[in-house]
């Protein structure tokens, strides 16, 4: 079983809809979780740390759940510019990286 | 403010050729440097990472290898090129058990 498991999509939505996609890790032991976006042909950015009370930045949502050992990402009103990879990463000795879920925005 | 650079943004090389990528950071002191190969349409596998000066760790068995000779470099290398090597290579610093910030990534393509 990978470390580190996301639905590589693609998840395709109209402007303004609101997407979600989780990712899911096999360490219980893990000790902290992000979300990169990476855009085509560049490097992964961090979007957000994820907290274990869950934490909220602008449309963008992000919740642990550790009982079923997944995280995940909520996009609200859904822009054009959200188009790109979202990967999940989560550290226990190493961060691991998810392959990335795949967000198409369409006008 | 931290910064990381990278060069050179892309590269063709023949098998058979040597490589040498190198990465560099500014604006931190001792940090956990991460090289990382991502192949297309693939996750981000780490290759390796040092947590100091001279201090190397191999994730996966490869036919690269990787120094730190400077605090704030770190240098990724290669005797013989396969084409198996072409991918996205980003060097990436972080503090440990946090996040991890990439450069700019080198794109290297092995014919």
């Known amino acids: 079983r990978k470390e580190v498991e996301q639905d590589p999509g693609p998840f395709n939505v109209p402007e303004g809809a609101t997407v979600a996609f989780n990712c899911t890790y096999s360490?219980?032991?893990?000790?902290?979780f992000f979300w990169y976006r990476q855009d085509c042909r560049k490097e992964p950015k961090l979007l957000m740390s994820v907290y274990s009370s869950g934490n909220e930045d602008g449309r963008f949502t992000a919740q642990l759940n550790r009982a079923s050992q997944y995280i995940s990402l909520l996009i609200r009103d859904s822009k054009l510019s959200d188009s790109a990879t979202y990967l999940c990463?989560?550290?226990?000795?190493?961060?691991?990286f998810g392959a990335g879920t795949t967000v198409t925005v369409r006008a | 403010s931290q910064t990381i650079h990278q060069w050179p943004a892309t590269l063709v090389q023949p098998v058979g050729s040597p490589l040498s990528l190198e990465c560099t950071v500014e604006?931190?002191?001792?940090?956990?440097l991460y090289w990382y190969r991502q192949a297309a349409g693939r996750g981000l596998q780490l290759l390796f990472y040092s947590v100091g000066i001279g201090q190397i760790s191999s994730e996966v068995p490869q036919n690269l290898s990787a120094s730190r000779p400077q605090d704030r470099q770190f240098i990724l290398s290669s005797k013989k090129l396969l084409l198996s090597d072409s991918g996205f290579y980003l060097c990436a610093w972080g503090l440990p058990q946090e996040t991890q910030y990439f450069g700019p990534g080198t794109r290297l393509l092995v014919l």
């Open positions: 360490n219980s032991a893990s000790q902290s």
């Open positions: 604006g931190t002191s001792n940090p956990n």
């Open positions: 990463a989560v550290f226990d000795y190493k961060l691991s």
